[in-house]
Structures are given as structure tokens and as C-alpha cells.
């Protein structure tokens, strides 16, 4: 990656010219994309489903950029959650999914393999499906059937230039649909006027990072200089930011194009904990390097937690946070944070992914990196044919 071109960040103009695929556009579109969701879930009847029992369990088949949706479902849902939900990516469907139980099958385009294979095979079962796919694909068709539910996603998410539209960037016109579902059944709190709260939690956090503010003000600018040039270890501060800190990893890594993992407390503390001793945490600089001799600094570790509003954590939960924020600093690791505002969990989880979604965006242009295309991910496509 090319060094961070701070005077390109700082030019909003620039960086919508810069960002060809209208990606910068898109995120500030997820307000809209809820709204817009709703609807079309009201058209489709998505609370159907609520209509006849409880489902034993729940499976969410969903591949790549939209899985990010059976994480923000599983942590709303809590440990507290009435059902089992389980999590597939690809095949086979666990052999006890029959009548019982509800398939939850995304997918933008309609064809990723593994979620449709996944929902064909629950369809011959006799489960329920519920279906989040584009118009006419093979997903929908299975959504349509008799008993099932389809709904399409949002229409207005598209980057310029004829792409098709990207998962990364119509997460929320993905998730809706789902979340009014398993707030139909009892299964998490998602109302519907909950998710217009999320809208306008969305709304206010595009206009907070949009491109022409100041760098110093915008919070997701403040991110990407932070981590630019950084190995970033996320780490949510439970449960519910576990979502966020995964969401964050992956958008870095996809987006920006930086080598990031993620981990949530308390079961990660340790892991995490352990790397700041380790050859990448130190940012004490060594003043007689010469860099024409000794070469440029190696990179270096950067802590992001992704904390949620105070009054939603425990004490406990809060020391153990500040305990490992405190052991990073004193090792001399960089640390960033973002943190939820009050609200509902899908309010505050809401907050937090959009901010990391700008903030990844924002370090793939300031670096020279289209954040819509990866030759590298292009290949890899063509060689598997």
C-alpha cells in the first residue's frame, strides 16, 4: 500500500473524484437503505412467518461479504435467544433441519452457490425460507415457493460505472428484512420502528463522515489516519460488539486492503493481550535510524476497540475493557476507539459498523486503492472459473 496522501483526505472533492464507484456515496446511502427495506419487507409480508410456531431453530445461509448479517443477527439475539441459530456458509444443511425449522437464505445477487444450494435443500425438507435475493436469480425463485417468503433487497444501491452492486455496501438492505422477521418471532428486538431509529442513527453518522468535513472532525478520517500504515487487532468490548469488531476486521482487510483480525472480550483478552509483546507493538521510534541505511520503520500494532455505550456495559465488562486499553498504552501500542452512543443494540451496532465502513473507505483512496475492485480478487474468481 502507498503512504496515505493526508492532502487528498482532506479534500472532499478530491475524494469523490477519486472514488469512481460511488462506494463513499453508497454508505451514506444506508439510512436509505433501511427505509427503503422496510418497505419492501411490508410488500413481501415478512411477518408472516410469525404466523404459524416458533421455529425449533433458525439457519442462516450466507456467504462472503453478506455474512456480516448472521453476525449482527446472532448478536442481537444474545445468549438469551429462545432457538438455536446456526450459521452456514455453504453445504450440506445439518441433517436435522426439517418442517420445524426456518431457513434464512442472502444473497444480493441470488446466486452465490452455497446459499442456494442450502435453501433448495431445506425447501425439499418442507422448512421454511425466507429469501433476501436479487430479482428473477435462483434464490428468489426458492423464496417464491409456496410457504416461503422473498424479498428483494433494496433497489437503490448501486455504484456508478454499471457494477454490479457489492454486499460490502448494501448491508442494509441485506439485514433488514431478516431482523424484522426475527423480531416477528421473538427472537431478538428489531421493531420496525426501531430499524427507522437505525435509519436515522445512519443518517446522522453519513453527515458526520461525510467528505467535506474537516479531517480533525470527522470521526472515520480520524480512524483512517490512526490506522494507516498499522497491523490493526479490533476487538469488540462483548457480545453485541462483536459483530462491530468483525464487521470493522473484514471491511479493513476487503475494503482498505490491510491485514486486520478481530476478537471480542471477554474470551479474547488474553489473545489479544498477548501480541503486544510480541515484534510488531512498539511505536518508541529509534531517533539515530538512518532511513537510507536502516530502511523504512516496520509496521506497526494498532488496537481498535469497538466499545458500546456506557450505560450498556457492566462494570465488570467496562474494567476489563479499560484494563486492556491501559496494558496496550503501557507497551507502547497504539490505541483508537470507537464508541457506541445510547440507544437501541441495533441502534448502537448500527453506529459503530457505519463509522468503521467510512473510515475503511476513506484509507483505500487516500492510499490510491479503488475500495470497490481487487485485481488480486478478480484473479482468484477467474482461475476458479
Known amino acids: 500500500m502507498s503512504a496515505l496522501d493526508e492532502t487528498l483526505l482532506a479534500d472532499g472533492d478530491g475524494l469523490t473524484g477519486a472514488d469512481e464507484t460511488g462506494v463513499l456515496r453508497a454508505l451514506a446511502s444506508a439510512g436509505a437503505q433501511v427505509r427503503e427495506a422496510l418497505d419492501l419487507s411490508a410488500e413481501a409480508r415478512v411477518a408472516r412467518l410469525a404466523e404459524d410456531d416458533r421455529p425449533r431453530a433458525v439457519v442462516i445461509a450466507a456467504l462472503a461479504g453478506s455474512s456480516v448479517v448472521a453476525d449482527i443477527v446472532t448478536a442481537l439475539a444474545g445468549r438469551g435467544c429462545p432457538v438455536p441459530v446456526v450459521v452456514r456458509h455453504s453445504g450440506p444443511l445439518p441433517s436435522w433441519v426439517g418442517p420445524l425449522d426456518l431457513v434464512i437464505a442472502v ?22 425460507v425466507l429469501a433476501v435475493a436479487g430479482e428473477g436469480s435462483p434464490l428468489a425463485e426458492i423464496g417464491a415457493r409456496h410457504g416461503n417468503v422473498h424479498v428483494l433487497p433494496a433497489r437503490g444501491v448501486r455504484a456508478d460505472g454499471g457494477d454490479p452492486r457489492s454486499s460490502r455496501v448494501a448491508l442494509w438492505s441485506l439485514v433488514t428484512p431478516v431482523l424484522l422477521a426475527c423480531d416477528a418471532m421473538g427472537l431478538l428486538p428489531a421493531s420496525a420502528a426501531d430499524l427507522a431509529g437505525v435509519a436515522d442513527r445512519l443518517d446522522a453518522e453519513a453527515e458526520a463522515c461525510r467528505p467535506w468535513s474537516e479531517t480533525f472532525v470527522n470521526p472515520a478520517k480520524v480512524i483512517a489516519l490512526e490506522v494507516s500504515g498499522a497491523v490493526p487487532v479490533v476487538l469488540g468490548d462483548g457480545d453485541l460488539m462483536a459483530a462491530g469488531a468483525r464487521r470493522a476486521a473484514g471491511m479493513l482487510a476487503r475494503t482498505a486492503r490491510v491485514p486486520a483480525v478481530s476478537g471480542a472480550l471477554p474470551d479474547d483478552a488474553s489473545e489479544v493481550v498477548a501480541t503486544f509483546g510480541g515484534p510488531f507493538a512498539s511505536t518508541v521510534e529509534d531517533v539515530f535510524a538512518d532511513p537510507f541505511l536502516d530502511g523504512p520503520p516496520g509496521p506497526r500494532l494498532q488496537l481498535l476497540v469497538v466499545r458500546d455505550s456506557p450505560l450498556a456495559v457492566s462494570g465488570e465488562d467496562r474494567r476489563l475493557a479499560d484494563a486492556v486499553v491501559t496494558t496496550a498504552t503501557d507497551a507502547g501500542v497504539r490505541v483508537s476507539e470507537v464508541v457506541a452512543d445510547e440507544g437501541s443494540p441495533a441502534q448502537r451496532l448500527a453506529q459503530v459498523i457505519a463509522r468503521v465502513d467510512f473510515a475503511a473507505a476513506y484509507l483505500a483512496l487516500a492510499s490510491g486503492i479503488d475500495p470497490a475492485r481487487s485485481p488480486q480478487v478478480a484473479d482468484l474468481k477467474d482461475r476458479l472459473g
Open 107 to 128: 444473497s444480493l445477487s441470488g446466486r452465490a452457490p452455497g446459499p442456494v444450494a442450502l435453501a433448495a435443500e431445506a425447501s425439499r425438507r418442507g422448512a421454511r
